[in-house]
């Protein structure tokens, strides 16, 4: 069975225990419960596709594990061309959902960073984790089965240190290790998609100093495991997915974000992919990183894809023609295609690491992550610009209104304008959705900040290097440092 | 009693007959209904002040018919200095209530172009206008209403004339010419604040040709008139509002944008400021939309302030000094100071009209209409880069899990930075709610589109002095004219 | 005499002691040679206009000490519409001339910065540097003269303080002070139409510490007086300004910028205006830059008007409509008006100085300097853009080519366009000049850094009392500092 | 011979017929003449290059053709691969000489273009264009010639089509066919790179209708063919190149533009490869653009290397440190890699040509021309900004005033910084060159205007696609087509 059918994946959710709250309430079936079906239904498409011709090729490969055909999001990355297939799989999974198909995303880029992180450990450490680590994953692709991933610690005070902190908790930390495996505690949060998935791929959240071996952990556990408590967090317009309607435009596809909370939960030894080493840390967010950071700009040029399409919908419903947006289209062209295309860019001059995966560029990844912190927010201003002031804010009566035996017939009458009323509100509300509404992701600090991503630029820019170019060609041959102390 | 108390004017509201409606059901009390109570609480504020020795000189000014303290809303635009007033009293609306005081704000607006229009009309048709117009000025000051501004028609498709619509009526027209009065028919969309208002003031929407007579038409109506239906919009988030608990931050404010459908409204004469003389309706356009694309640059500045000052809030929560982002906060500044000075520019640079009215510098409002309509979208960017991750999608659990006996104690634990876990979650909320929550204006399409704006700029950037000027210095004596068919 | 006339201008340059060098040659006649004649023409405009009808009302105004006629470039700001009509008059004098007034405009801006602070200095300290202020002001605009502005020291080693420099005459400095004058040694660098002025009027560069006596200095001077070398420097394209032909299109205007050496320079009592004060020099700074950088606003506008101008006239040679640039044109417009704005708006909200003085509002301002340092790059790009490639780089034979008797026919036949060559070329050269040439001001620098702005805009900005308007709306009550110790 | 010595390739431009004209000046000896040296000592780092054992990967490959080494600038692009080690080479060229080499980089893209184009041609029509090109090129590569390419034609009226202008020579042309060739007469416009080529291929600058075969032609001629008159454009500060000192303080390295005159000059049959076949002219234009716009965005990156190293080397010259300027370091890091990382992924997805040849993406390789036509200015006013005011505008003495017996001392004593006065003026020099100098390459419109881009990028970018996509998603069944007339 290494594809599932779309109903064995709603059978394999409905099998788990429940631990997903929101608004204070247990979900008890998280395929069906308003808060959490639609993200359940967008990620189903990664299973109805794959049984698509044309769909299947985009979201499934082949196993380099086994031969088989498998899940594009179980597969590990060797050339730049998975690279590409991946940035187009995620643009076109926009284009299916509206949005991201995060339950699966974080997952799939997490296992591609501890695949190196535990073939590096193994060659260094004489350690198993390597090993362990294909194990588990050879069984994930024979499942089939939808892995979120866990990277974000709740970090408590920002001005410091794990262990400076008033509650060592706020970082997820090893409590306990025993012969048949460890218990943590702790907090992972912000959490993608986690109601649509199987299992939970946890690395750590940043990089730790040699006396913080307790937070050095990555594992993998069912979503169910006992001891774990999730949240799902709110969203904006989070309570207008659950109505009925067409208010939210959008039925087969939806975020959530949820916090995990770990009170002393036990994991087996061999679903434990480090514990301790962490000097492995900082380099492990990294090879998280970057895949994500090429990749999230097929996403944002999926999402762009769209409210260029909502936008002009609604302008023609309104009975303006596509050409008088010429110049505002090309914008959003412009900035879809930037993300999209560098995101290539830096797969295609990334580089093989010796475990066999392929590492994308630092540079251009992250200075794709600035653009996709940036950009899409451009986009979405053209778009309101485009759809006009029902769009902007969503300024329209509601499907009730709409539906209203005393004066529906007066907003069917006045809303229409070159298209019906109905038409012109679904345009106009999928505008509001993505720019504005519920189908808004987090694409600024979701895979890390803009900030942090420049400390990367930086780190990566070779400033010295262009010192010297310029020094050679200006005929400067007097020794000009950097001053010790920087006065402004 | 020229200035009403707060609770004079809750009263007023009561008093009314219940005619606004939404999610298909009939709001009989504004003033508690979860979907109004805000905006009313909001405009209260207008009251209130009125009797708060700080906040008085701002929301207050002197009637220049009476001589009697007035609300500075229901004031004659008479110089400069009345202007700067003006866009300090929003800007002051917007850091008390956190958003727009649209149910004084346009019908402020309204108002002054007809004090204009009837003047003119009166000087060149020798009829009464404007005489009906300052007996109701007099008494709506003394009253001390708050009046709503109703410009927007429904439209219908938009590439076509009012005639050669399929149903007339999606421009609000005279059906009937009594000798009393008249009947009108159509609706006002978009329209801003109704539920905090008495009155509202109705002007054409557009310029219209001499032969449109029928849709050329200015008067004022109780909001509660007989065959006036109101169906409130929904805008983002709205069904949060409705909520206890700090999810929505802002308790004493909120925008409404209501659909408003005249049914064979019949209006007496001495209500009535235009009746057909269509070519005042373009000059009636260009006299409410100059002092309003002025004055909107002190209501962005307004909510600027709070973006800045949540986002900074959210950070120090979050551990993190205000030094740490300088660059962002000098880019938030430059923005809020930019609309709000090129507004005051716009007044500086106006002129006197005849009738004793000053009219703002058309170039200057309308460079400062698209500041308004791109601008703000880039402090929220730099609002939500400040605050991170949990204020981008205000990305934390409810309400009413921070309550909850169950894991409520893990939030708080986990919550938890420099600051408690509830203050960090009220403060990114209120940086949510600015920026993508049900405080986002519509300052995009707010008082006519930005393209609209660009039209006005071209018309009054005298293109041809300043090829003239570039001529000279070139020394060119070749006659270059304009070609007759462009090609691209 | 308060007014001259041209010819009497041109003859006071004529009578001064010949001091000023450049490519080491010392220029006998500043009227006539080629590096300086343009500058002198371009500042006769301020002298031949204020004897046409049409530019006399921009150019002159009232003494308020004598109530005679005199240049506005010798008069004191005592209002926010005599700043208005100093915009208006910059932007003019950039229309007619292509450039700058830099001759006028920095010493109109140091005299009105000393008029306020002798005026506080006499009220503090018992001193009569205001007498002696207004005695030679008196006495300028009798004359009539062009008195330059220098304020920028060499300073050095940016990361040292005055004090601490190898040589402490990088900052200049009073090296003796004598019964009847002071002796001065130094530098003043940059300094703008030296070789148009009759007297230059230096002041402080920056703010001094208590023991920094010597630095803090003021005085106004003949430009030939004895101990002063003058070197003008370079700017881009200069040596095309010495030749004929139109390679270079302006002819009455043109920018310089000198280095001014005092080598112990006598000035006797009566003209120094600080001779020690260190406590008045920060806000000496603080009185230069306000009116500066608020006036500023209409100086780049004024170019830009040139860049709209020429760079239609181009594209009409070329066969091209204005319409095809409809956008381009309009963001033109929106950046030339928005610096000419933001220096109307710092007006506006200025205050009254207790000498008299109008003092502009220090936020809005610098506000403007930053937009000034930025919109008019994105003006010359767009220029460059609307007129093609023979002006982006100036890529066209020159006009000797032009004049070719063996290949001019054939640049004729083949630069003709809609215009002719010679058209074309006219107006494309004026294009290159403006964004490229020898035109190209320093607006990014000129009057202090952006960054240096940015700095007062932050000091200015109130964050704290934003924090506290968030503070009441998000209902926090919770004290929230900001952390001791910034960490990013 | 298959790669020549910089002092073969010397002698090789020193033997042919001077032909090259500027300031109505015949030069005799483009390798010692002021005006045409630099860009051929530039040209010549290629050929140097190749015997450096660093540099000679980068300049240097196989000829598919022969087995032999070549230079890159002969090879035909194959390979994703070719494209970025060709991106490699551009940005490396730009970091050795300052600047464009663009007398073999057109040249080159135009010899892929025909290499596409002759083979489509031959298949298509039974021609042998491709065999008469591949026995030029193998000849070509075997004497290692440097090629420019000629594109842009003299254009006349932009209104008219060629057939319609008063002169068709405006379009260059075939006037004559003879058995053993053709006449062609007209001109070739803004052709970079002249004086340092041994050869010049010229192909269609537009796609022709059916009827204007006789504008259809391609050919490559010796620079110095009978019947050609060349001569050098100006370009920013081009008197300033031929001084001696540090004033340009590039000496290897420099930009040059000429306009050919063809006066009936014949070309042998062997040396035509398209002659009236219309109807490929504008794919020939396409396939000349799209690998021309992808390694552009290397090139402009390579001058931003030497942009952000000057800016620094200024910035501690005058004693900062380069942290001072993080932010904007990070944004023209942004820019550079941007515009680099642009055309990489145009290449990555690109697809084979059944020629063999590697066409890169059209929809990315245009976005990359916008962004090519925008950043590097961003990047140029960032330096500018880091710089200070003596890079800004270069506003320091001249190189012969630094020598000037008479006050050199006075400007070394005031120019010193942390750096010495010479040291500083060389690195501001570099900052003014690059930024406002002879340095600045037609990055706008060379390779064809933005807005020629943006055309492309529209007729790529798949509309309704997009609508499709929101049309599914907001759940329309309604037709919602495109207005036939557009009203805005």
Redesign the interface.
């Known amino acids: 069975m290494a594809i599932k059918t779309y109903e064995q994946y709603l059978a394999s959710l409905r099998a788990m225990r429940p631990n997903i709250?929101?608004?204070?309430e247990l979900i008890t079936d998280v395929t069906t419960h308003p808060a959490t079906k639609r993200t359940v239904e967008g990620h189903g498409w990664t299973y109805k596709g794959a049984f698509d011709e044309q769909l299947r090729p985009k979201l499934t490969t082949t196993s380099h594990l086994t031969g088989e055909p498998i899940s594009r999001y179980l597969s590990i990355l060797q050339s730049?061309e998975d690279m590409?297939a991946n940035s187009d799989m995620k643009r076109m999974m926009f284009?299916l959902t509206?949005t991201c198909t995060g339950g699966r995303c974080a997952g799939w880029t997490a296992l591609n960073a501890m695949f190196i992180t535990t073939w590096e450990m193994d060659r260094d450490l004489k350690t198993d984790y390597h090993q362990r680590f294909l194990k588990w994953l050879k069984d994930a692709q024979a499942r089939d089965i939808t892995i979120s991933g866990a990277l974000?610690d709740?970090?408590?005070?920002?001005?410091?240190a794990p262990a400076q902190q008033e509650?060592k908790?706020?970082f997820l930390r090893v409590v306990e290790k025993r012969a048949d495996g460890i218990v943590v505690r702790?907090?992972k949060?912000?959490i993608c998609g986690i109601a649509a998935a199987n299992e939970i791929f946890v690395i750590p959240g940043t990089g730790y100093r040699d006396d913080e071996t307790e937070f050095a952990v990555s594992f993998v556990i069912p979503r169910d495991i006992e001891g774990l408590?999730i949240?799902?967090?709110?969203?904006?317009?989070d309570?207008?997915d659950e109505e009925e309607g067409?208010?939210n435009?959008?039925?087969e596809?939806g975020?959530t974000?949820a916090?995990l909370?770990f009170?002393d939960v036990f994991i087996p030894n061999d679903r434990v992919f480090m514990c301790g080493e962490t000097k492995y840390t900082l380099s492990t967010v990294g090879y998280f990183i970057m895949p994500y950071r090429s990749a999230i700009g097929g996403c944002v040029a999926g999402q762009g894809?769209?409210k260029?399409?909502?936008a002009?919908?609604t302008a023609?419903?309104?009975?303006?023609?596509?050409?008088?947006f010429?110049?505002k289209?090309?914008q959003m062209?412009?900035n879809n295609?930037?993300t999209?295309?560098?995101g290539?860019?830096?797969?295609?001059?990334g580089k093989k690491h010796p475990s066999g995966a392929w590492l994308c560029d630092p540079?251009?990844a992250n200075?794709?992550k600035?653009?996709v912190?940036?950009l899409p927010?451009q986009t979405s201003?053209l778009a309101?610009?485009i759809a006009?002031?029902?769009a902007?804010?969503?300024?329209?009566?509601?499907y009730?209104?709409f539906?209203?035996k005393?004066?529906g017939h007066?907003?069917a009458?006045?809303?229409?304008?070159?298209?019906?009323a109905?038409?012109r509100a679904?345009?106009a509300?999928?505008v509001?959705w993505c720019t504005?509404?519920s189908g808004?992701?987090?694409c600024?600090?979701?895979g890390g900040?803009?900030?942090g991503a420049?400390l990367v630029?930086?780190a990566n820019?070779k400033?010295e290097?262009?010192?010297?170019?310029?020094?050679r060609?200006?005929?400067?041959t007097?020794e000009?440092?950097?001053?010790v102390?920087?006065?402004?």
Do not use: W
């Not at 709740?154 to 410091?160: M, Q, S, T």
């Not at 290097?465 to 020094?471: C, G, L």
């Not at 060609?473 to 400067?476: D, E, F, H, N």
């Open positions: 709250h929101k608004f204070d730049p590409y284009n509206g974000t709740a970090k408590g005070d920002r001005a410091k509650d908790d706020v702790g907090a949060v912000m408590t949240v799902e967090t709110r969203h904006p317009n309570t207008r067409f208010d435009p959008v039925t596809g975020i974000q916090f909370f009170e894809d769209i260029i399409g909502s002009i919908l023609r419903a309104n009975g303006l023609s596509a050409k008088v010429n110049e289209l090309t062209y412009i295609e930037t999209y295309g560098m290539i860019a830096a797969a295609a001059r540079l251009l200075v794709n600035v653009h912190a940036t927010y201003v309101q610009d006009g002031g029902i902007e804010t969503g300024c329209m009566p509601s009730k209104d539906q209203s005393k004066y007066l907003i009458k006045y809303m229409k304008a070159k298209a019906s109905e038409s679904r345009a509300r999928l509001e504005l509404g808004v992701p987090g600024m600090h979701g900040s803009p900030d420049k630029i930086r820019a400033l290097d262009k010192v010297a170019i310029a020094r060609l200006a005929g400067i007097e000009i440092t950097e001053p102390v920087a006065k402004k």
